[in-house]
């Protein structure tokens, strides 16, 4: 079983950067499909980004394209995520998650087999 871990949310101003990081623990991992989902307050959880087991490729959110980026080290056992340009309607609690088998239906949540705890991001205007 792979455990999930992230870290490097927190508060911001608009136009702002993050970077967060998740680390992995597990032998799945550098196999897995990785990707980064964020849930608001009364909103359900949405897909933000995911990449393949070797990097070679990434798909995000159309609401986030051109200021995030998906990134992974397997050799660390590590996904990252670099935003940039924050906006408000960023704000929400990120999670990490990993997909064991596959990439197919990487958008859906339930396609994930093993979550982090979240760490919350908070975009002030």
């Known amino acids: 079983q792979v455990q999930l871990v992230e870290s490097g949310g927190g508060l911001v101003q608009a136009g702002g950067s993050l970077r967060l990081s998740c680390a992995a623990s597990?032998?799945?991992?550098?196999?897995?499909?990785m990707a980064w989902f964020r849930q608001a307050p009364g909103k359900e959880r949405e897909f933000v980004a995911a990449i393949r087991w070797n990097g070679g490729s990434t798909e995000y959110t159309d609401s986030v394209k051109d200021r995030f980026t998906i990134s992974r080290d397997n050799a660390k056992n590590m996904v990252f995520l670099q935003m940039n340009s924050l906006k408000p309607d960023d704000t929400a609690v990120y999670y990490c998650?990993?997909?064991?088998?596959?990439?197919?239906?990487?958008?859906?949540?339930?396609?994930?087999?093993?979550w982090g705890q979240g760490t919350q991001v908070t975009v002030s205007s």
């Open positions: 998650a990993g997909m064991t088998t596959g990439w197919l239906r990487f958008r859906s949540p339930n396609r994930y087999d093993y």
């Open positions: 597990g032998r799945s991992f550098s196999s897995s499909t």
